[in-house]
């Protein structure tokens, strides 16, 4: 199983989190996974 599914089915909620920086790569790849998330009726915007 990839890393990334791994994640996704072994998740939980974080009440704490660190002081420490996202990258910015990091940061713009985790908004690009959203814009592919599903939404209600198909209606996600395709920008940024």
């Known amino acids: ?3 990334l ?5 072994h998740r ?3 009440r704490r989190f660190d002081e ?3 990258e910015e790569k ?3 790849q ?3 996974a959203g814009l592919y998330a599903p939404s209600a ?6 920008k940024i």
């Not at 599914?5 to 089915?9: A, D, F, P, R, Y």
């Not at 009726?41 to 395709?46: D, H, K, S, V």
Request: proline share 0%; charged share 25%.
């Open 20 to 22: 420490r920086q996202v």
């Open 5 to 9: 599914m791994e994640t996704i089915l």
């Open 26 to 28: 990091a940061l713009h």
């Open 12 to 14: 939980r909620s974080i």
């Open 41 to 46: 009726g198909g209606r996600q915007q395709r």
């Open 30 to 32: 985790i908004l690009e």
């Open 1 to 3: 199983m990839s890393e």
